[in-house]
């Protein structure tokens, strides 16, 4: 795929993410996941160097929009998000040599990378008093965060493995 299409991918699946995250009222959108997860997967791997870290400030740019008053929040953890996604393929060395990503690579680093941002973002997002501290909340969101990382993983695995790697 040439770079101006990888770029244009990036920058679609970030539109997607901000759809998904602006569709679903605030707490719902951190436990629902799943779908920025797997886009910003699947990106890392189509643009290879900073897929997930282009789709991410994509996302943040229009988070910002749309939130003004949370625009530097939105933006830092969308590129942060995207960042770690990157970074950890890259350390946890999800591709193998036939162009295949390994399953249980791509789910520990979405994993990882999901439980990373959220719990950064709410502890963030307490401290400076933009929301309550309710214990049992947080504690659903941190475990269905968790399960949304792991399902990601699997789901962009299949995806990559099963379909994109041939068009890639």
Do not use: E
């Not at 995250?21 to 959108?29: E, N, R």
């Not at 951190?30 to 900073?50: D, F, H």
């Amino acid at each position: 795929m040439p770079g101006g299409r990888r770029i244009a991918v990036a920058a679609l699946f970030g539109v997607v993410i901000f759809v998904s995250a602006t569709i679903v009222p605030t707490p719902m959108d951190k436990m629902l996941i799943v779908v920025q997860a797997t886009l910003l997967g699947l990106s890392s791997l189509l643009v290879k160097r900073w897929g997930a870290t282009y789709a991410g400030t994509v996302a943040g740019l229009l988070m910002s929009l749309s939130r003004a008053a949370y625009a530097p929040f939105s933006l830092i953890f969308a590129i942060a998000y995207g960042l770690l996604v990157d970074g950890s393929f890259y350390l946890f060395r999800v591709r193998m040599p036939d162009g295949n990503v390994q399953t249980r690579r791509v789910a520990a680093s979405l994993t990882l990378s999901t439980a990373v941002v959220g719990l950064s973002s709410m502890y963030v997002t307490i401290s400076i008093g933009l929301v309550p501290m309710i214990p049992t909340l947080y504690a659903i969101i941190i475990i269905v965060g968790i399960i949304n990382g792991v399902a990601a993983g699997f789901v962009t695995s299949f995806m990559w493995n099963r379909y994109l790697k041939a068009a890639h």
